[in-house]
Nanobody, 124 residues
Framework: EVQLVESGGGLVQAGGSLRLSCAAS????????IGWFRQAPGKEREGVSS????????YYRDSVKGRFTISRDNAKNTMYLQMNSLKPEDTAVYYC?????????????????WGQGTQVTVSS
């Protein structure tokens, strides 16, 4: 059974940091491109960051460039999203996802497997 389980969300003040983790099981993690998405109340889900299988190329939406860092540890079947300089507009439920595409993508339609999400709330 494929599972993606996020952790690390919480409440933080603006300017603070959080590190999200996503533990994967039930598939060959290193063979998959992975990504982080988020959905704020009343808004559509949007791609935040992605890291390719193989060459570990990284992709970020413009609003998080320079603040967020995606990484993966294939030995631990785990992916991470380090979030620094958080802003109130980063408040959302964050989801991890996996796809067998060769390259990173910020389009949720490209992804096959999804976690249940973890809440991130940034207070002003």
């Amino acid at each position: 059974e494929v599972q993606l389980v996020e952790s690390g969300g919480g409440l933080v003040q603006a300017g603070g940091s959080l590190r999200l983790s996503c533990a994967a099981s039930g598939f060959t993690f290193e063979d998959y491109t992975i990504g982080w998405f988020r959905q704020a109340p009343g808004k559509e889900r949007e791609g935040v960051s992605s890291i390719s299988r193989g060459d570990d190329g990284t992709y970020y939406r413009d609003s998080v460039k320079g603040r967020f860092t995606i990484s993966r540890d294939n030995a631990k079947n785990t992916m991470y999203l380090q979030m620094n300089s958080l802003k109130p507009e980063d408040t959302a439920v964050y989801y991890c996802a996996a796809t067998d595409y060769d390259y990173g993508s910020l389009a949720d339609i490209d992804y096959d497997y999804w976690g249940q999400g973890t809440q991130v709330t940034v207070s002003s």
